[in-house]
């Protein structure tokens, strides 16, 4: 199975603009989470989505947004960039059948924002 | 709401020494329980889980967990661990329904000493 793949890998934007980041899960799940990892903060969840709809939400303001297609390929968009939301964002590509439970991350996208 | 605390933000070991990470959660609902492991510019990866049955679980390369319910813990461990070990592991909680969202502790860094 090929992995969790998640473009671009590495992002510099400035203040003010937006951006989209790209999640494509393993084959088979339908489920998308998104994870912001920061020094100060750690590992915080964005949202989740499932077989296209958003089923949870972090407590991030109304800037991060995402979604998912049909091929469950995942986006997340973060409008009027703030020097804050540098960090390493994490796409999981997520499928629990039974017992079976599958739960695999993406390398990241590296945002920094100047 | 749930809460993860990983009781050292840094442990520092010989190599071929016996190792153990601390967690505790907090959680008024039964949970999931989870390690992962992080190298150096990687996503995380799954180490193992408690999602129920057995409290003792192993995970991959050679690491184990003990979920232990009326002390909230969940510590990892590993009888000896190797150079390739350093890494960041993180203690994550689930709780119960069909979602995928994860509460993570802040971490803690693992370096094996020669």
């Known amino acids: 199975k090929a992995g969790v793949t998640q473009t671009p890998r590495y992002l510099i934007k400035t203040r003010g603009q937006q951006v989209t980041l790209s999640c494509s899960p393993i084959s088979g799940h339908r489920s998308v989470s998104w994870y912001q990892q920061t020094p100060g903060q750690g590992l915080q969840f964005l949202f989740e989505?499932?077989?296209?709809?958003?089923?949870n939400k972090g407590n991030f303001p109304g800037r991060f947004s995402g979604r998912q297609f049909s091929n469950s390929r995942s986006e997340m968009n973060v409008s009027t960039l703030e020097l804050g939301d540098s960090a390493l964002y994490l796409c999981a590509s997520n499928e629990w059948a039974g017992a079976s439970y599958e739960q695999y991350f993406g390398p990241g996208t590296r945002l920094t924002v100047t | 709401a749930q809460s993860v605390t990983q009781l050292d933000s840094q442990v520092p070991v010989f190599e071929e020494a016996p190792v153990e990470l601390r967690c505790n959660y907090s959680?008024?609902?039964?949970?999931?329980l989870f390690w992962y492991v992080q190298y150096p510019n990687q996503g995380l990866q799954l180490l193992l889980k408690y999602l129920s049955g057995s409290t003792l679980v192993k995970g991959i390369n050679g690491f184990e967990a003990e979920f232990n319910k009326s002390q909230t813990s969940f510590h990892l461990r590993k009888p000896s661990v190797h150079i390739s070990d350093t890494a960041e592991y993180f203690c994550?909680?689930?709780?119960?329904?069909?979602?995928?969202?994860?509460?993570f502790g802040k971490g803690t860094l693992l370096t094996v000493n020669p």
């Open positions: 959680s008024s609902v039964s949970v999931y």
């Open positions: 994550a909680v689930k709780t119960g329904g069909s979602n995928y969202k994860l509460t």
């Open positions: 989505y499932f077989s296209e709809t958003q089923r």
